[in-house]
């Protein structure tokens, strides 16, 4: 790859800068909008979840059960399963090198990784 060239396609220009401005990574530096985690995040969706699949018969039968599901797996990915590129390197006087860490224990949400059990038994 050369180099990405970024156009707006949906919303007011002035709309678009001011939110691309807004977003800050974990590190503090300036992030961006692009359309590769867009992509990325569906593709996990299709893959997790079979109503989203293209060309199956696992489809939603109304709008309410697809909404639990999405749900479902967005908190199952957010406090069950651990992302790799967020693992903490642990001091050298440990066995092992790494600590996995969820996005919820990334932003602070939580200090652990959940189980499934406590995922399903958490009450809003």
């Known amino acids: 790859m050369v180099k ?19 977003l800050k990574r974990e590190d503090g530096t300036e992030g961006q909008i692009n359309t590769a985690y867009i992509e990325r995040d569906s593709l996990t969706l299709r893959q997790e979840l079979r109503r989203l699949t293209r060309k199956t018969l696992g489809f939603s ?44 224990m990334a932003v602070g949400i939580t200090d652990h990784i959940w189980t499934l059990e406590e995922l399903l038994c958490y009450r809003a």
């Open 4 to 22: 990405v060239m970024r156009s707006i396609v949906f919303g007011k220009r002035r709309t678009v800068e001011a939110q691309a401005a807004s």
């Open 61 to 104: 039968k109304n709008r309410r059960k697809l909404q639990h599901a999405l749900g479902f797996i967005d908190a199952h990915d957010n406090f069950v399963k651990p992302h790799g590129a967020l693992r903490l390197m642990v001091p050298p006087d440990e066995n092992r090198h790494w600590a996995p860490r969820t996005p919820a």
